[in-house]
C-alpha cells in the first residue's frame, strides 16, 4: 500500500473535481480516481460538423454563481439560447406556434384561468416545501405518498394542463408523472428557483446560456489542475472503513485516506462495497431512488435557416419523441445547430432503434415545421445515456413516491469517514452541474473540518 492521502474522492464528475480543488485550495492532499477513461462524468465533449459540443450537461443559468464563477476564471464565455421568434407547441391535441416561450397563447380563456389556479396551487405548495430537510416540510408525508401524475389528476380538470405538466416533468427529471413522487418534484423546483425559472430558457432561465466551446471544457480543466492526483480509469470496487484509516480499493491498487468523499450518482453508490455496511435506511435510498432516461442529439445544418422563416428553432409537443428541441447555433459559427432530446419513455423505447432511426425523427420533425431543408442536415450525433455504464441514465436521480420521507434524511449523512458528494445531494440546483459544485464544496468543508477534529 502507499502514502497516506488526506482525502480519497471517487468520481472525476463536476462535484468530485469541486470538493478536490477545495480541499487543495485548503492545503489538503487529495487523490481523485475515476472510472472512465476521461472526467466530466455527465459531461461530455463531442463534435458535429467540426465543432465541439457537449453531448451531457450543457446549459447554464444566470443564478448558477459557481459555475459562472469558474468559467469566468478560466476565461470561457457564454452566449444566449436563440429565443427570437416563433416557438412551436403542441399540447393534447392543439398545435400552435407561440412568441418566444409564451405558453398561454396556445390555450383558450378557460385554460387560462385554470393555468393561472394550477401555477398558484403549485406556487403555495413550493412555499411550504424546506430545501434542505423536506421530509420535514408540513404535508411532507401527503405530498410524498403523490406521484406528480396523481396531484396534476386532483388539481386540474384541463387536459391540455396535465399534459403540459407531464411534458414538464419529462423534461426535468427523464422520466414519467406517474414516477416521480410530488414532494421531490417541488423539491427540485424549489431548489431551481421555481417552476418558471427552472423550465426557461430565457432571462433568468435553466436553459438561458451557453459555453463557447462547451461546459466540458471547464471540467478538463479542473483535471489539469490535478495532475497526477487524479487516475483514470480505476473504478472503486470497494471502500473500508472500519479503522481510522480509509482502505480504498479499485481492481488496480489499494490506497489509504483519512477521509474519503464519494462522489457519484447514488444509483451507482451501491455498487461499491462498503465496510461497515452502510445504515439499512441509507442503502435502501440508494437502492430506491432511480436514474432518468435520456438520449441528447445535435443536427447540423449549413445556416440557422428556420430563423429567416421568423422561428426560433424551439419545438415542444407531447405527440413526438424528438422533443423538446432549441436553436443552439454559436453566434460565431455560420452553422445552424439544434440540439434535443428523447426523455423518459420515449428515450426507453427509442434506445433500441438505430441511430439512422432516430435522426428520421429528428429531422422529420423538423421538416414538418422549417419546410424540407430540414431533411438534408449536414451532420447528426446522439448519445444514449442509458447505455453508459457509468451513469446508467441521466440527467439525474429521482425518486418514486414514499423514498424521500421514509430515507430522504440519509442523503448527506456521513457513513464513519466517508461523505457523499454528487449533484443529487446538493440543496440547489440537484440534478444540475451547479449543484454538482454545490455539493462537492460542501463535501470538502465536512471533510475540511473532519480532519481538524481529528488532529
Ligand atoms: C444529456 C444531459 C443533459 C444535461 N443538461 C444539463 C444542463 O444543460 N445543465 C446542467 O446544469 N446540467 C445538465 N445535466 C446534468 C449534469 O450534467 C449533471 O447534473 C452533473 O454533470 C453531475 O455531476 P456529478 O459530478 O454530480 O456526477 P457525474 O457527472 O455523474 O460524475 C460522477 C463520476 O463518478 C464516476 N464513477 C461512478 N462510479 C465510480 C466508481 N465506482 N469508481 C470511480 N468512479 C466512479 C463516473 O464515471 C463519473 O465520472 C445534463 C445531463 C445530461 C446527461
Known amino acids: 500500500m502507499n502514502s497516506l492521502w488526506d482525502a480519497i474522492v471517487i468520481g472525476a464528475g463536476f462535484s468530485g473535481l469541486n470538493a478536490a480543488r477545495t480541499l487543495r485550495s485548503h492545503g489538503k492532499n487529495a487523490l481523485v480516481l475515476e472510472a472512465r477513461d476521461r472526467v466530466g462524468g455527465r459531461t461530455k465533449h463531442g463534435q458535429i460538423a467540426g465543432l465541439d459540443i457537449d453531448l451531457g450537461g450543457m446549459w447554464l443559468a444566470p443564478s448558477q454563481t459557481r459555475l459562472f464563477a469558474l468559467a469566468d476564471t478560466m476565461g470561457i464565455g457564454r452566449y444566449p439560447t436563440f429565443l427570437k421568434g416563433k416557438s412551436v407547441l403542441s399540447m393534447a391535441g392543439k398545435q400552435g406556434v407561440v412568441n418566444g416561450e409564451d405558453f398561454t397563447q396556445l390555450l383558450s380563456l378557460r385554460e387560462k384561468i385554470q393555468a393561472y389556479l394550477l401555477l398558484r396551487k403549485l406556487n403555495h405548495l413550493l412555499s411550504t416545501v424546506n430545501d434542505a430537510d423536506p421530509w420535514n416540510s408540513v404535508n411532507s408525508s401527503e405530498l410524498d405518498s403523490l406521484s406528480v401524475e396523481a396531484w396534476l389528476c386532483k388539481a386540474t380538470g384541463s387536459e391540455r394542463l396535465r399534459a403540459l405538466i407531464r411534458v414538464i416533468c419529462a423534461s426535468v427529471f427523464c422520466a414519467e408523472a406517474p414516477q416521480v413522487s410530488m414532494l421531490f418534484f417541488l423539491v427540485y423546483l424549489k431548489g ?264
Not at 324 to 337: I, N, Q, T, W, Y
Not at 340 to 364: P, T, Y
Request: negative net charge.
Open 192 to 455: 431551481g428557483g421555481g417552476l418558471e425559472a427552472m423550465i426557461s430558457a430565457d432571462e433568468g432561465g435553466g436553459q438561458n446560456l451557453l459555453f463557447h466551446g462547451g461546459v466540458h471544457q471547464i471540467a478538463r480543466n479542473m483535471a489539469q489542475e490535478l495532475g497526477d492526483h487524479l487516475h483514470l480509469n480505476e473504478a472503486v470496487h470497494s471502500i473500508d472503513v472500519s479503522s481510522t484509516e480509509a482502505v480504498v480499493a479499485t481492481g488496480l491498487a489499494q490506497y489509504r485516506a483519512k477521509r474519503v468523499i464519494v462522489a457519484v450518482p447514488p444509483t451507482l453508490m451501491n455498487r461499491i462495497n462498503i465496510t461497515p455496511p452502510l445504515p439499512s435506511a441509507q442503502a435502501a435510498l440508494h437502492n430506491r431512488v432511480n436514474m432518468g432516461s435520456v438520449i441528447k442529439f445535435w443536427v447540423a445544418y449549413p445556416t440557422p435557416f428556420w430563423r429567416q422563416q421568423g422561428f426560433n428553432g424551439s419545438i415542444v409537443r407531447d405527440d413526438k419523441p424528438a422533443s423538446p428541441c432549441f436553436d443552439v447555433s454559436p453566434p460565431d459559427s455560420p452553422l445552424g445547430l439544434i440540439a434535443g432530446f428523447f426523455e423518459a419513455d420515449h428515450a426507453v423505447h427509442i434506445g433500441d432503434s438505430s441511430k439512422e432511426q432516430r435522426r428520421e425523427h429528428v429531422v422529420d420533425m423538423l421538416a414538418e415545421h422549417f419546410g424540407e431543408q430540414a431533411l438534408n442536415p449536414v451532420d447528426y450525433v446522439d448519445e444514449d445515456w442509458t447505455q453508459e455504464e457509468w451513469s446508467k441514465g441521466c440527467y439525474g436521480a429521482f425518486a418514486p413516491p414514499g423514498v424521500m420521507t421514509h430515507y430522504g434524511e440519509w442523503i448527506r449523512t456521513p457513513h464513519h469517514t466517508i461523505h457523499w458528494a454528487g449533484t443529487e445531494t446538493a440543496t440547489e440546483w440537484a440534478g444540475y452541474i451547479e449543484g454538482a459544485l454545490q455539493a462537492g464544496e460542501r463535501a470538502a468543508r465536512e471533510v475540511l473540518e473532519g480532519l481538524a477534529n481529528d488532529q
